[in-house]
């Protein structure tokens, strides 16, 4: 059972890493996407590529808190469970005050 723990344990791992690379890639795009909404000419343009960058952002968070969850069910001590309470608290302010901003935005529109 103890190897099987450990194999476990390292996928868990693994995919908390491919979790994180793919956030990271996630706000790459997004602030490609955002910069190439800012070059477009138009009305509100600086309006849409903040919704743009919104989305990116959302969804990266999501993949982070994945992450999160990920490594405390590989070390749930309650240090890390009290971490993982804290950081998800604050992802989910930033993610509703995202989607607050984005809804905001399209009924201005």
Same mark, same amino acid.
């Given at each position: 059972?103890?190897?099987?723990?450990?194999?476990? &344990?390292?996928?868990?791992?693994f995919?908390?890493? &491919?979790?994180?690379?793919?956030?990271? @890639?996630?706000?790459?795009?997004?602030?490609?996407?955002?910069?190439?909404? @800012?070059? =477009?000419?138009?009305?509100?343009?600086?309006?849409?590529?903040?919704?743009?960058l919104? =989305?990116?952002?959302?969804?990266?968070?999501?993949?982070?808190?994945?992450?999160d969850?990920?490594?405390?069910?590989?070390?749930?001590?309650?240090?890390?469970?009290? =971490?993982?309470?804290?950081?998800?608290?604050?992802?989910?302010?930033?993610?509703?005050?995202?989607? @607050?901003?984005?809804?905001t935005?399209?009924?201005? =529109?």
């Amino acid at each position: 059972m103890h190897e099987l723990e450990a194999t476990v &344990i390292a996928v868990a791992d693994f995919i908390q890493i &491919i979790f994180e690379a793919a956030s990271v @890639l996630v706000v790459a795009a997004g602030g490609v996407a955002f910069v190439i909404a @800012l070059l =477009k000419r138009g009305t509100n343009s600086s309006a849409s590529a903040r919704h743009v960058l919104a =989305k990116y952002l959302i969804h990266a968070i999501e993949l982070q808190l994945e992450a999160d969850i990920i490594a405390t069910a590989t070390d749930p001590s309650l240090q890390e469970i009290g =971490k993982l309470a804290a950081i998800a608290v604050i992802r989910t302010f930033l993610n509703y005050f995202l989607v @607050l901003e984005m809804r905001t935005e399209k009924e201005t =529109k």
